[in-house]
């Protein structure tokens, strides 16, 4: 059996990925993904790979020739920030369960597993377990609820409309692993959140809200959910969860590392919610206080049906889940895809650097020089990343975002690589430069483009991308200079060739959105931020 994994780059996808690598049943996975990971890395490497952006009506097309030699479909794909775009959150979540279906039945794919939650659920206001015919009408405070629900009367929509196919609706719990540490970090608490404490220190006492209580699952066992769906050719709901519940003092146990003596201090629900909402609204919390509502009104689910119908035992506990996440919390974990990414790179590793202690000694090379024009790049580069860095998140709802988000996770790792090369030198940090670079950046973000202050003009995406090439131009300069030092540096010319490489692909990209641009920005018939347009 072929099967289609769209949304294959994530938390659930990832664990995927190694799940179907080891099903005999299963004879080859394409995965499909708005951004491509690491084809070579594990498990990624197990996949063959297609982009598509699901969100806009054109990706049904695009979709439905991907799936054409496919035996299956499992639909992972899911965005959950950023939070302020409702629209752009429903566009991706609804609409794009409806294109994905679609397309599979478009090429005939006879069985199909979609991601749905136990968010989908309509409230309650007790512990009693809930089989898979309790209503799916979702939680009102929580958009994530709301999109949830909406995704099912698409699959109700669908089932209608397809008897002939298999449709599974797959409700788990929260997905917890590892390896998602930094992902989840960057969904709910934010970077910028001191996690990385739980590496070495935890907490003696965990403040939790009151009445919170929720169920959760291993990413690993979550996957082999999906895959007995599609292998079985399942149809219908399906809770799946592990077999114990996460109340408020089991969580501080598992986070504080007790057994036995009490680890939570109960907070007011009301007081909390508000303090999660100011400081969601003040951008200091990326998770809004539709999750506080989930964890406290979602019902209990009975898993009995998943154990009977699909054969599936949980192998972790949900306590044990929550364990391997926070482990991973602390770690910053990740994998080698953009969702995935974990919290800090390794320069190392894409980039060979010289020992910690090689220190630049040439006689034929002025050291202060060499080091001022390093200097002088690193501070471009950080002013350069920022910039790149807010053009991904302007245009998110593009069609272009995509290659905006890739090149600025490479920019991320060159930036990391000079820096650390500067260090392992001993040159100095850049002084008063690089912080007067940053606010210049910053400052020039607000010029209005003709249009009133703090909304998009169509024409930014065309001088932004004009900005950024000429950058990613004078960086592919830099690093043709220090090529001539590789022996001073101790780094060798095939770093900085393959940098010079990377530097024309990110210029290729920026042209194409250049292009996209420029085709649109001056026109009346025409609109930049409309989809599909």
């Not at 169920?215 to 599609?230: I, L, T």
């Not at 991320?412 to 260090?423: C, I, P, Q, T």
Request: charged share 25%.
């Amino acid at each position: 059996m072929r099967i289609a994994v769209v949304g294959a780059t994530g938390n659930t996808g990832t664990a995927l990925l190694e799940e179907l690598h080891s099903r005999p049943e299963v004879s080859s996975v394409l995965g499909i993904a708005r951004r491509l990971p690491e084809l070579d890395a594990t498990p990624y490497a197990y996949a063959d790979w297609k982009t598509a952006d699901i969100q806009f009506a054109d990706s049904v097309q695009n979709l439905a020739e991907h799936f054409a030699d496919v035996d299956a479909v499992i639909h992972l794909a899911w965005l959950i920030q950023p939070n302020s775009k409702r629209e752009l959150l429903r566009r991706v979540n609804v609409e794009g369960t409806r294109h994905v279906l679609q397309a599979a039945a478009t090429a005939g794919v006879k069985h199909i597993a979609v991601a749905s939650s136990v968010g989908a659920y309509s409230p309650v206001e007790d512990d009693e377990p809930r089989t898979e015919d309790w209503p799916t009408e979702g939680i009102p405070t929580s958009h994530y609820s709301v999109d949830k629900a909406a995704q099912e009367r698409v699959c109700d929509e669908f089932e209608t409309a397809h008897p002939e196919i298999t449709l599974a609706r797959i409700r788990p719990g929260l997905i917890f692993q590892g390896r998602a540490g930094a992902e989840i970090q960057r969904y709910f608490a934010g970077r910028w959140a001191p996690v990385q404490i739980l590496k070495t220190l935890r907490p003696p006492m965990v403040p939790m809200p009151a009445g919170v209580r929720s169920q959760a699952v291993h990413a690993r066992d979550v996957a082999s959910a999906y895959a007995e769906a599609v292998l079985r050719g399942a149809h219908g709901g399906f809770n799946i969860c592990a077999d114990d519940l996460l109340d408020g003092e089991t969580i501080a146990k598992v986070v504080a590392h007790r057994d036995k003596t009490r680890a939570s201090i109960a907070l007011p629900a009301a007081p909390l919610r508000s303090l999660v909402k100011a400081a969601h609204r003040m951008h200091l919390l990326p998770m809004d206080e539709g999750w506080l509502d989930m964890a406290t009104r979602v019902p209990i689910m009975d898993n009995s049906r998943a154990k009977a119908e699909l054969g599936w035992q949980p192998t972790m506990s949900a306590a044990q889940a929550l364990d391997d996440l926070i482990e991973g919390l602390g770690e910053g974990s990740g994998e080698s895809s953009i969702p995935m990414r974990p919290r800090t790179t390794d320069a190392t590793q894409k980039y060979p650097l010289p020992a910690a202690d090689h220190l630049m000694e040439d006689d034929d090379v002025d050291v202060t020089l060499l080091r001022q024009y390093m200097a002088d790049h690193l501070s471009g580069a950080t002013a350069g990343l920022q910039r790149i860095r807010a053009m991904a998140d302007d245009f998110i709802d593009t069609p272009v975002y995509a290659r905006l988000s890739e090149v600025a996770v490479a920019i991320g790792d060159e930036h990391d690589f000079l820096a650390e090369l500067m260090k392992r030198q001993g040159f100095p940090r850049p002084g008063l430069q690089a912080p007067l670079l940053w606010v210049g950046e910053r400052v020039s973000r607000l010029k209005p483009y003709g249009r009133p202050p703090f909304t998009r003009s169509p024409s930014a995406m065309v001088l932004e991308a004009e900005l950024m090439m000429g950058a990613v131009t004078a960086k592919k300069h830099g690093w043709t200079v220090l090529r001539c030092f590789t022996d001073a540096l101790g780094v060798p010319p095939e770093v900085f060739d393959e940098l010079s490489a990377a530097a024309d692909h990110q210029r290729d990209a920026l042209e194409q959105v250049h292009r996209y641009a420029r085709e649109r920005a001056f026109r009346t018939d025409r609109e930049t931020f409309v989809p599909g347009n």
